[in-house]
């Protein structure tokens, strides 16, 4: 039984992806076919405040929804990370590539926008 769910909502301007759970290499397909449905130029706000754990699998879905997002004049804000999540994201050294804002969970803000 997968440890995650997902909930896709258009709020404003932006269309919030609001995941909780564990992402991991079982839980990513999930948030890959999340990404896939979402419009050109999309303004994209993933809410990790209710993330509990994050491996690689993780890691490598925000560097690809970065990726999908920049490459169609989108734009990604992360909000809420915390924990975990947050020194995965440290430890990588991808924590630049990331526009943060506060959320849920214990805000962060630094980064680029991508």
Do not use: K, W, Y
Request: proline share 4%.
């Amino acid at each position: 039984m997968l440890n995650l769910t997902v909930v896709m909502e258009q709020d404003r301007d932006e269309t919030v992806i609001a995941v909780q759970g564990e992402i991991d290499v079982d839980t990513r397909p999930t948030l890959s076919r999340t990404a896939a449905s979402l419009p050109g130029g999309a303004a994209v706000r993933l809410d990790l405040s209710r993330v509990t754990f994050m491996d690689a699998a993780g890691l490598h879905f925000m560097l690809d929804l970065r990726r999908l997002l920049a490459g169609s004049d989108g734009r990604l804000v992360v909000a809420g990370v915390h924990d975990q999540p947050a020194r995965l994201l440290d430890v990588a050294g991808v924590s630049g590539l990331f526009r943060f804002s506060p959320g849920a969970g214990e805000a962060r803000t630094a980064g680029l926008a991508c």
